[in-house]
């Protein structure tokens, strides 16, 4: 298992401006995940995050959007750029301890652009 | 965009009864997974099954997979209050050789009424 620590735990930002969201594991990992859960719906993949390489992001997501940062094995930040009242959501990350099975979730980040 | 469909989207219910929810999915996969999600936080991984596997049982939870139907359903047994929760279905389907990559459903809204 791992344990999963995100900050901030939640924001209120004002348009236009970015926001860095930390994740950090208690373990050492090679795969991160960064998911947005907008209001009221499921999450959906913003990118993969592996240590030593560029992210992976999903269609509709760009790195200039959503700069990720992955510096060591235990840690990754998530940059929402630019942002606007369409970024209010949760942000998540989870991680794969390399089982290639489950998958562990940080508590999320909730986010509130005006 | 989203594999999963789950359904219902909403299920209440009273303490002691049962809850069943389903989750279709379309594409091969690896394995499927159920999250449990309390009130917009993290989530908690329940239980996986393998694409190989039909039946799994953890605790109260009990989990099918069809993948001639792709489809699956998660069944609480005896519920209780602190049962209520989104629950959401994920389907790996990563060609990787390492690491998963998880699709989510659009996830059901349990509540168990005391």
């Known amino acids: 298992s791992a344990v999963i620590s995100q900050k901030p735990s939640r924001d209120i930002c004002q348009r236009g401006t970015s926001l860095t969201i930390q994740c950090q594991v208690d373990s050492q990992v090679t795969m991160m995940f960064w998911y947005r859960q907008q209001p009221g719906q499921s999450l959906t993949l913003i990118a993969t995050a592996n240590q030593g390489s560029e992210a992976t992001y999903e269609s509709g997501f760009v790195i200039d959007k959503f700069p990720i940062s992955r510096p060591n094995l235990t840690f990754s930040t998530l940059t929402v750029s630019n942002m606007s009242p369409e970024d209010s959501s949760i942000y998540l990350c989870s991680v794969d301890t390399g089982s290639r099975e489950t998958q562990y979730f940080g508590p999320g980040t909730r986010l509130l652009v005006l | 965009s989203q594999q999963g469909e789950e359904d219902p989207q909403a299920l209440s219910i009273q303490e002691g009864e049962n809850a069943t929810m389903n989750c279709s999915y379309k594409?091969?996969?690896?394995?499927l997974q159920w999250y449990r999600q309390n009130s917009g936080r993290g989530l908690v991984h329940l239980i996986l099954i393998r694409s190989n596997e039909r039946e799994k049982h953890s605790g109260r939870l009990r989990v099918t997979l069809d993948t001639s139907k792709k489809s699956s359903s998660l069944l609480i047994t005896a519920s209780r209050a602190a049962d209520t929760a989104s629950y959401f279905c994920a389907t790996d389907d990563s060609q990787e050789t390492s690491g998963s990559r998880l699709t989510f459903g659009e996830g059901t809204q349990l509540t168990v009424n005391p």
């Open positions: 594409t091969s996969i690896n394995n």
